[in-house]
């Protein structure tokens, strides 16, 4: 009885340890949606609408 006691907690830790290591790596994907480059290429095409972008790492100031 004891020995069965041991080894769910043992499996529970277990489980716990991997869930924590499987969203640790899972969190290094990040994908952004902000512009973390700038350029200075002369724009052609009409202007429709502008967009300010604040600085907040790795975003960068813009104005899109």
Same mark, same amino acid.
């Given at each position: 009885?004891?020995?069965?006691?041991?080894?769910?907690?043992?499996? =529970?830790?277990? %489980? /716990?340890?991997?869930?924590?290591?499987?969203?640790? *790596? @899972? =969190?290094?994907? %990040? /994908?952004?949606?902000?512009?973390?480059?700038?350029? *200075? @290429?002369?724009?052609?095409?009409?202007?429709?609408?502008?967009?300010?972008?604040?600085?907040?790492?790795?975003?960068?100031?813009?104005?899109?």
């Amino acid at each position: 009885m004891e020995t069965r006691r041991i080894l769910m907690r043992s499996l =529970a830790v277990a %489980v /716990v340890m991997v869930s924590v290591i499987w969203t640790t *790596t @899972a =969190a290094g994907d %990040v /994908v952004y949606s902000c512009c973390t480059k700038v350029s *200075t @290429a002369k724009v052609t095409d009409p202007i429709i609408e502008i967009r300010m972008q604040r600085e907040s790492l790795p975003c960068v100031k813009a104005v899109m």
